[in-house]
């Protein structure tokens, strides 16, 4: 009987112990008020500065962080493969991107993407990584 009581009581605490080590994500690391003052950054970052862009959304999904980006005019064929071309630098930029992250939240993210939509607000080029 004892020993069924000890058996008992070990599988609990394992139970516990396995849900206290879940994995920290940025979801769960970043509240509500931060996120709204990252949107609130990523918007004076990038749209006060840039009249391509009307708007831009920051949303965390688990341990995944997504920028998108909604632009104010279509685009030319030409500023599209710009944007392309571009994307090798973002790409660069969105791997020190993570490192700060993960030196600031202790939580490297799994991925980080930026994501275009047109003026109809059609997804037209995205970049992860």
Known sequence: MRKRILAVLMAVL???MLAGCAKKTLEKKIKKDDL???NDEAYAQYVQTNPL????KVEIEKNNLYYKCYLARELTSNELMDMQIGSSDLIDFIFQLKDG?????GIRPEKIGYYYYDVND???H???A
Do not use: S, Y
């Open 14 to 16: 394992c139970v516990f």
């Open 36 to 38: 709204k003052k990252l």
């Open 53 to 56: 862009i009307r708007d831009i």
């Open 101 to 105: 992250i993960e030196k600031e939240t």
């Open 122 to 124: 059609e997804l037209i």
């Open 126 to 128: 995205q970049v992860e």
